[in-house]
């Protein structure tokens, strides 16, 4: 495996205080409870948490709070991209100086229909501006928010260019023949599927695991999966995974997950978003917990 990770990892969201500040120590109590619900490991300041509703400042902040809380910064990777190069780089070497395992760097996002050619100077410049040995990617491939179409054969070519540096890819496409397609071209590479429904077809693919916002709360059923994924029952395991994510992501997945861990942790702070996110209606809630409690879906409450 070209960058080592693998496993269930959760894309962790953000809580924030009153003034929608980022609460670290909630934060930092729930990245502990990921770990103790089986989680490999943490993707943090991703889609998931809200890291383009923060400044650049803030997320730093964020990245400076991780090197010191005692976490294992080889367990956490960090979200570094943006529209613009410097900030990239800058949050990319942030990342790098508090010692996380990798960044899981977006391409920029906002011009649409960019060539393979403009993508792969993108990443390129990025690489050679922080000109760190140590720099380990996962392009993070989410084309339903960015509009950026990646192709299997820019990820082979820039794999090619960098095979030390560019390691894997987080695959939120939903396109699962494109993450064999990744699978096969590119032998060891970290392939990641965004969503737990795909956990082991894309293991036995010869994939690294998935990195997945739901996994906020299924991680532990996640992680049963991935314990399990060569034992007798682990299609069954899967496909009752697969139902429980389905299921979960009828609803907006950042005010579903929070929703969830509000009434999980007895905490009405979860439910704190950035605008423009807005919270579920209270129609959405019921129907939402009905569905839970249908499935008799019980994720342990922290201690």
């Known amino acids: 495996m070209s960058g080592g990770l693998r496993g269930v990892w959760a894309a962790a969201v953000t809580p924030m205080h009153d003034d929608l500040t980022v609460d670290l120590d909630r934060l930092t109590a729930h990245y502990r409870w990921l770990f103790g619900q089986g989680c490999d ?12 509703s923060f400044s650049l400042q ?7 709070h991780l090197a010191g809380a005692g976490l294992g910064m080889d367990r956490l990777l ?6 613009a190069i410097p900030d990239t780089v800058e949050l990319t070497e942030a990342a790098l100086a508090a010692g996380a395992a990798g960044v899981l760097m977006l391409p920029p996002f906002y011009y649409k229909g960019v060539s393979d050619d403009g993508l792969f100077a993108a990443f390129s410049e990025v690489i050679q ?17 960015t509009g950026v179409e990646m192709s299997v054969d820019f ?3 820039l794999h090619a260019a960098y095979p030390d540096t560019v390691v894997g890819v987080k695959d939120s496409s939903g396109n699962w023949p494109a993450m064999q397609a990744v699978c096969a ?7 990641f599927a965004g969503t737990e429904q795909y956990l082991l077809p894309v293991l036995r693919a010869g ?3 998935c990195i997945s916002a739901t996994a906020n709360v299924t991680a532990a059923k996640a992680a049963e999966v991935y314990a399990r994924r060569d034992g007798d029952d682990a299609d069954r395991l899967q496909e009752d995974l697969t139902a429980l994510r389905l299921m979960l992501q009828a609803y907006p997945l950042i005010p579903c997950m929070k929703e969830v861990l509000a009434r999980l942790h007895d905490d009405p702070a979860w439910r704190r978003l950035r ?6 209606p209270a129609d959405k809630v019921e129907a939402l917990f009905a569905a839970i409690d249908a499935a008799r879906f019980a994720p342990a409450a922290a201690a």
């Open 58 to 64: 803030e997320r730093l902040g964020v990245i400076e």
């Open 41 to 52: 490991g943490v993707a943090a300041l991703g889609t998931t948490g809200e890291a383009n």
């Open 78 to 83: 960090v979200g570094t991209g943006c529209c």
């Open 155 to 157: 990820l082979v070519r």
């Open 129 to 145: 501006r922080v000109g760190n040995a140590d720099l380990k990617i996962y392009v993070y491939d989410f084309p339903a928010m």
């Open 185 to 191: 071209a590119i032998p060891g590479f970290g392939t």
């Open 275 to 280: 605008p423009p996110l807005a919270g579920l």
């Open 207 to 209: 994939g690294a695991g």
